[in-house]
């Protein structure tokens, strides 16, 4: 069987349309594997960050709650990291650190370092 002149001539460049529209999707479906990948690397990154950050200005803290912002903001900003931020609380270095995520926002995360709580310094710590 053959199709007619006419018939074949109607769907030509179907193929082109699908293999073109396939591909569209395709692509797009890896771009937001690869934004997803981005953002969880970014995630840990900022963890990380944050994590060694708060210890390394807990290990300053008895030169005071300035000299253990400041170390602990180098250590953020030698990880190539954005936004730092350092609050002293009473014996805890808390620490929250930003990682952009390239063209949508930013990957948040906060790190505390000091001793280990007993019920009685919790307590005073959650009521601030």
């Known amino acids: 069987m053959r199709r007619s ?4 001539r109607d769907d030509r460049g179907s193929a082109t349309l699908l293999a073109a529209s396939m591909i569209a999707v ?3 479906i890896a771009g937001t594997g690869v934004y997803l990948g981005a953002a969880m690397v970014a995630r840990h ?4 960050s944050a994590d060694l950050a708060a210890l390394a200005g807990a290990a300053r803290l008895s030169s005071g709650a300035a000299q253990a912002c400041a170390r602990a903001a180098a250590v ?9 931020g350092c609050v002293v609380r009473e014996l805890d270095v808390v620490v929250t650190v930003e990682v952009p995520i390239g063209f949508a926002g ?9 001793p280990i709580d007993t019920p009685e310094r919790a307590h005073s710590i959650h009521r601030q």
Do not use: I, K
């Open 5 to 8: 002149p006419s018939q074949s």
């Open 76 to 84: 953020a900003r030698a990880m190539r990291v954005g936004d730092v």
């Open 26 to 28: 395709l692509l797009c």
């Open 106 to 114: 930013a990957a948040r995360a906060v790190a505390r370092a000091g």
């Open 45 to 48: 990154r900022a963890q990380t």
